[in-house]
């Protein structure tokens, strides 16, 4: 007879929880521990009652299933993502709508675009050259060379979402199978690898088939040193603009060139966005009734549930207010670096007939939920607010005009001197304030050189001497005697007093 679960376990309407049947199938109906070693734990079970549960009905079909689905999850090593499953995912999507290999005449435009954009780019920011090899990706390449960069954005997050996940699991589960759900617990965690895999991989293989650059998402996922084209996605992105291929080309050039520079020349900036990505994935927790929910409408059999399953957000977590405020800083830097390169790209590309319209075309597409806005929210949770772009744009704009180029771009040499937040709501009070602060600093620099300088010690010897004289002049005494050369406390032989 099925018991009631206690508060905080839903059951089916009939008594039964849908997490503990579960487990109770996967496990054979077995307690832990039973059952001869690699013996079939589905061997016993009445056929009736596999289908009643949503399973194949035959136990060795079932057996099958599993060893596959075991397979699966080991290939993907002990880290919190299968990325040999990520990675196959990623390949078969990116290739779905076709992937023909880079022709020469295409890898050549493409490189003298990036060429040309790193010289234009050199007048309109004080960021060196990123002295980057520059290169023109297929989608696959294009997969290939930013997976070590999703890696180190997903497993941070990937780990806290498996370690909560067990958890959450092993609290659920009814006293007299808690052991049996503890013992599971690595099997759980390659659950988790592999359903992450599978969402990593298909947002990486979707975001092949968009991307135009190697840092078209505001995020440098190309290999340091490389700046990159996608020629068959520059061409389905100049479709129907009614603007030459070569100053579409070239305007997309500029926007990969100008990233380049700004995580280049200021290598703090790639650590920092990493680092709150792990900031957020340090508080994750788990919605245990949503799994469960998932739990008891998905057929295991059919793969186009469970990957609606997979997708409806069942493991999406919850967040905090020490996650909000990491998200809240995330968003802030990639407006802010959006904003940057859309200024400086916004200047640098004034030759170009077409820039203005190309411009407003990148923009709309960040406003329609471009790929960095699907991808971002997809993988933690963040959505990047176009209003925000906007106005780092104008902030940028508003501090060169105070400041210039240079006093522009000085504002990315630490992470304590970029703006935040409030700044994006002010940008002339932002340049304002910097100009106050520089004000400041260089009366503080002067007064130091001086000090060091010994410009102090000089000008105490000067108003010394001057107050002698005045003092000689008013027909009083000098009360410091001439150096005759003699030790401070040696009487001089003019009768003067000692000090």
Not at 144 to 159: D, G, H, I, N, Y
Not at 203 to 217: C, P, Q
Request: proline share 8%; charged share 25%; glycine share 12%.
């Amino acid at each position: 007879m099925s018991q009631t679960p206690p508060p905080g376990r839903p059951d089916d309407g009939e008594g039964r929880n849908p997490l503990e049947d579960l487990l109770r199938q996967l496990m054979g109906g077995m307690p832990p521990g039973g059952g001869p070693a690699g013996a079939n734990p589905f061997a016993g079970l009445d056929p009736a009652a596999l289908q009643a549960a949503g399973l194949p009905g035959d136990p060795a079909a079932l057996g099958r299933m599993m060893a596959q689905v075991q397979q699966m999850m080991a290939g993907g090593g002990d880290g919190p993502v299968n990325w040999d499953l990520a990675h196959q995912v990623a390949r078969q999507r990116a290739v779905v709508d076709g992937d023909p290999s880079v022709p020469d005449a295409a890898r050549r435009s493409a490189a003298e675009a990036l060429r040309l954009a790193d010289l234009w780019l050199d007048e309109r920011t004080a960021l060196g050259s990123a002295g980057a090899t520059s290169a023109a990706w297929s989608r696959s390449e294009w997969v290939e060379a930013t997976l070590p960069v999703w890696k180190q954005l997903a497993e941070p997050v990937a780990r806290s979402v498996g370690e909560a996940m067990a958890t959450a699991m092993a609290e659920q589960a009814p006293p007299e199978m808690r052991a049996m759900v503890s013992a599971a617990s690595g099997v759980v965690r390659s659950v988790g690898g592999a359903v992450f895999g599978m969402q990593v991989g298909q947002a990486i293989g979707e975001l092949a088939g968009e991307v135009v650059s190697g840092t078209d998402i505001g995020l440098p996922l190309a290999p340091e040193g490389t700046t990159a084209l996608l020629p068959a996605n520059v061409d389905a992105f100049a479709e129907g603009l009614e603007v030459p291929l070569e100053e579409v080309r070239l305007y997309l050039a500029l926007r990969e060139c100008a990233h380049a520079r700004l995580f280049t020349q200021r290598p703090w900036l790639r650590a920092h966005v990493l680092g709150i990505v792990e900031a957020f994935a340090a508080g994750i927790r788990i919605d245990t009734e949503r799994i469960e929910e998932a739990v008891r409408s998905v057929d295991p059999t059919d793969p186009e549930a469970l990957q609606q399953a997979l997708g409806s957000g069942m493991l999406e977590p919850e967040r905090t207010p020490e996650q909000e405020a990491a998200l809240g800083r995330l968003e802030t830097v990639l407006a802010l670096v959006e904003g940057w390169v859309d200024h400086v790209v916004d200047s640098a590309a004034a030759p170009l007939p077409s820039a203005a319209a190309l411009r407003e075309v990148v923009r709309r597409r960040r406003a329609s939920g471009g790929p960095a806005e699907h991808t971002l929210s997809s993988l933690v949770g963040l959505e990047l607010r176009p209003r925000r772009l906007r106005d780092a744009a104008a902030l940028w704009a508003a501090v060169e005009a105070a400041e210039g180029v240079e006093g522009r771009d000085a504002a990315w040499s630490h992470p304590d001197l970029v703006p935040g937040p409030e700044d994006l709501d002010d940008p002339a009070g932002y340049a304002g304030r910097r100009s106050r602060d520089d004000a400041q600093a260089s009366d503080v620099d002067a007064a130091l050189a001086q000090l060091l300088d010994g410009g102090l010690g000089e000008a105490r010897h000067e108003r010394s001497a001057g107050e002698r004289t005045a003092r000689r002049d008013e027909g009083g005494q000098d009360d410091e005697p001439a150096d005759d050369g003699r030790g401070d406390d040696e009487p001089g032989d003019g009768g003067g007093a000692p000090r």
